[in-house]
């Protein structure tokens, strides 16, 4: 059930976020305070190549106090298409443009006191080139096989959020692809077995049917054998 916003006031207002204090009412007329971070919204890609190796970022990350594995991902300019903004992050971390874009939906990252949705996007069939990154970043680009990423993240090695959704529900997706190639490919075996034994049936019948009569032929005396041997 939705709160009932009483009055809000703006703490901070940065370059990317703002920090709001809301005064609610809960469905039960209490009156709480919530801290709510604005946020424009940003875009996260998960590239993969043809040999399903996935693109990564190494970089350190001064909240976490370390570096990071993360796919690429940027904060969306004020009114930008998330589609616009993941082909224009992608390029300037990592240098590569890609030819074949699918949207996988949208997340936030943390719905408890921050507005951000975190648009997910796959990007196939790369191509490489140069990376402009921005002043303030320092990126190495490398990359890891999807299913060694699945292990990183389930050994911890991974600790990023959007990573783990990204390449989680890109393993997802693509084994499902794999397992409906596999059904159409046994459908289509057991559909051609279906009409093939009716087919070996019949073909088998009509062999046997046309030994046993040529053998029945044969072993009918002809009228002039018949004929001589009355003589």
């Not at 106090?65 to 992050?89: K, M, N, Q, S």
Request: proline share 4%.
């Amino acid at each position: 059930m939705p709160e009932k916003i009483l009055r809000s006031e703006y703490l901070y207002r940065g370059s990317i976020l703002k920090l709001r204090l809301d005064q609610v009412r809960l469905a039960n007329n209490n009156v709480v305070a919530r801290e709510i971070v604005e946020h424009r919204g940003a875009v996260a890609i998960v590239a993969l190549d043809d040999q399903a190796r996935v693109l990564l970022v190494r970089q350190y990350r001064s909240g976490a106090g370390r570096e990071t594995l993360e796919i690429p991902a940027g904060t969306l300019e004020e009114g930008e298409d998330p589609a616009l903004c993941a082909v224009r992050e992608l390029k300037e971390e990592t240098g590569y443009s890609a030819a074949r874009w699918e949207p996988l939906g949208y997340f936030f990252s943390s719905p408890g006191f921050c507005t951000e949705r975190m648009f997910l996007f796959l990007a196939r069939q790369l191509a490489d080139g140069t990376a402009t990154p921005e002043e303030d970043e320092s990126i190495t680009v490398e990359w890891m096989p999807l299913a060694q990423a699945v292990d990183a993240i389930e050994r911890g090695e991974i600790v990023d959020g959007k990573t783990m959704v990204g390449v989680l529900r890109v393993w997802r997706k693509i084994n499902k692809e794999t397992s409906k190639q596999v059904d159409k490919a046994q459908t289509m075996s057991t559909c051609f077995l279906v009409y093939l034994f009716p087919c070996l049936r019949v073909y088998w019948f009509f062999r046997i049917f046309r030994a046993i009569t040529i053998r029945r032929i044969s072993l009918v005396p002809s009228p002039i054998s018949v004929s001589r041997l009355s003589r």
